[in-house]
């Protein structure tokens, strides 16, 4: 079974603060993704990596970076943190060897910027 | 980049009805998949369907797919009160683009009255 985790389910920071978000899945998934959840916009890419040390930006990088050092982790950072960062944050994974590109996912982190 | 548009966004029903929802997309795929996810948690891969298969059975779900009409269709037959969630249809578009990309719709949400 995909085993996906996150590192925190509830994080609150203050604005300004440098923020990481880590992920780790046990499944040698050469894919992984960041996104934000928020109602009404539903899930929006952040970024994304193929490979160790590569990474892609995906639909709205802005005020974010990650880093991918090695296979099993993708980090999520905020470099200062505001208060539209406001959001639930979805890690997933999948194979490149499965052409289908099913993701899994993990349980989320729901990140506070007061 | 918003890809598929689920329709209703919500809906209500009672226990042992039958849930239909919908889903549309813009441009040719591979595979269309469908995905849950209970209150405040990660999304979890229900079913996949490929481009050239029309209608696919896992237990109580049925996922039709129409590519005349870039269009799909999830059935909940005899619904529970566990069926409670937000449902995604996920596109696997046909592009020289990232290879895995998943194009999320907004999801429908589902409330099952027991």
């Known amino acids: 079974d995909v085993k996906v985790t996150q590192s925190s389910r509830y994080l609150v920071k203050r604005t300004g603060e440098k923020v990481f978000l880590e992920c780790v899945q046990d499944m040698d998934h050469e894919n992984m993704f960041w996104y934000r959840q928020d109602p009404g916009l539903g899930l929006r890419l952040i970024y994304f990596s193929y490979d160790v040390k590569m990474k892609e930006k995906g639909d709205i990088p802005e005020g974010y970076s990650v880093s991918r050092e090695k296979k099993e982790r993708f980090s999520l950072i905020l470099e200062s943190a505001s208060t539209n960062q406001t959001s639930m944050y979805l890690c997933a994974s999948s194979s490149s060897k499965r052409a289908t590109y099913e993701q899994y996912f993990g349980p989320g982190t729901r990140l506070t910027v007061t | 980049s918003q890809q598929g548009e689920e329709d209703p966004q919500a809906l209500s029903i009672q226990e042992g009805e039958n849930a239909t929802m919908n889903c549309s997309y813009k441009?040719?795929?591979?595979?269309l998949q469908w995905y849950r996810q209970n209150s405040g948690r990660g999304l979890v891969h229900l079913i996949l369907i490929r481009s050239n298969e029309r209608e696919k059975h896992s237990g109580r779900l049925r996922v039709t797919l129409d590519t005349s009409k870039k269009s799909s269709s999830l059935l909940i037959t005899a619904s529970r009160a566990a069926d409670t969630a937000s449902y995604f249809c996920a596109t696997d578009p046909i592009y020289g683009g990232s290879q895995g990309n998943l194009i999320f719709g907004k999801g429908t949400k589902l409330s099952v009255k027991p």
């Open positions: 441009t040719s795929i591979n595979n």
